[in-house]
């Protein structure tokens, strides 16, 4: 038969290694010497190896046995904690999961800035993200796979979802700088880029099947993804558009070329909270929508961004290094 410690006996075992004696650790657990002793001997009962060696000395010394099991220890109780802070957490009304739904567009620093301090805020509440494009944010909230959605405008919202608007992100028409489009030194029109390759995402959910967002080109390369779009476009295969905050190193270290093309619609492109009209957020949910909330209202339009490119751009040729 498998040894059983009892939990008891493991939190009397490092109780005793972290205070350094029996008598220490009567105190601490405000129990009698000989119980501290009597748990240590049926502990070693159980393991059937001793864990300190006592003879010849004053305090207490880890056996190898000893030293093995301590950090087995350390580990189930640290467990136990978790699971005691978990459970309070559920008690006093805090989610034990977040599932959040995010969208490619919006800026990866916003995403890790509110996830640290989500992390450090609620530490017993887990957070399981899926990362999509376009429709498919919705889809996973509505199914029940997602508590929020972190994404684009709705093209498509019924009854049972709402969506609150949260900040704003925009798209840039670029190019690789060796694509022909960024050899012209004049304004584009829509005439320059017809028989050009644009690279487009075509929505896996379905839900904008049949609507295109500025596609102007009439050769499209159709992609799943804005990650293998933005390797394309980079890779010299076509131009399109790209989220700002996920192309402003390679515009500010000449990898991408911003296109001057008036009929490509910019502008901001807003970015919502989506959730079940019938799941109201706990604490935790709230909390991370006001986080993201903040943050996104920061950023940088499309101006101030064109100002921020500028203003690096002048930086380096001064100094011959990268703003960063």
């Known amino acids: 038969m498998y040894p059983s410690p009892t939990l008891d006996q493991l939190q009397i075992f490092l109780t005793v290694v ?7 650790a009567a105190r601490t657990l405000n129990r009698a010497q ?3 002793s009597y748990a240590i001997a049926n502990l070693e009962a159980q393991v059937e190896m001793p864990l300190f060696e006592r003879a ?27 699971m005691r802070a978990r459970i309070k957490s559920l008690k006093d009304g805090l989610e034990g999961e977040i599932a959040l739904a995010i969208s ?5 620093d916003v995403l890790v800035g509110v996830l640290r301090d989500f992390r450090d805020q609620f530490p017993s509440v887990s957070v399981a993200l899926t990362v ?6 919705i889809d996973v909230v509505a199914s ?65 099947k049949g609507r295109d967002f500025n596609v102007l080109s009439y050769r499209t390369w159709r992609v799943s993804d804005v990650t293998t779009k933005y390797h394309l476009i980079r890779g010299g295969l076509g131009w399109g558009g790209l989220p700002a905050s996920l192309i402003w190193d390679d515009l500010r270290q000449g990898h991408l070329v911003q296109l001057d093309l008036e009929a ?29 909330r903040s943050r996104l209202s920061n950023c940088p339009d499309e101006t101030d961004f064109n100002t921020m490119l500028a203003t690096a751009g002048r930086s380096e040729q001064v100094t011959g290094e990268p703003v960063k």
Do not use: C
Not at 57 to 77: F, N, S, V
Not at 104 to 108: A, C
Not at 152 to 168: E, F, M, S, Y
């Open 56 to 82: 010849g000395a004053r305090q207490p010394k880890l056996t190898e046995a000893g030293t093995a099991l301590l950090e087995d220890a350390r580990r189930i109780l640290s467990g136990l904690d978790v």
């Open 34 to 36: 000989s119980v501290i």
């Open 104 to 108: 490619v567009f919006v800026p990866t």
């Open 132 to 137: 999509g494009e376009l429709g498919a944010i």
């Open 18 to 24: 972290e205070t350094g004696s029996f008598s220490a």
């Open 264 to 292: 490509y619609a910019q502008g901001e492109y807003p970015i919502y909270v989506i959730r079940k009209l019938a799941n109201s957020p706990g604490p935790a949910t709230r909390w991370m929508i006001e986080a993201f």
């Open 144 to 208: 029940g796979k997602a508590s929020i959605g972190i994404g684009g405008a709705p093209t498509k919202l019924d009854d049972t979802l709402v969506a609150d608007r949260i900040g704003h992100s925009f798209m840039i028409p670029v190019v690789a700088p060796d694509h022909p489009l960024a050899r012209r030194d004049k304004p584009l029109s829509i005439t320059d880029v017809r028989d050009e390759i644009q690279i487009v995402v075509t929505d896996i959910s379905g839900l904008t």
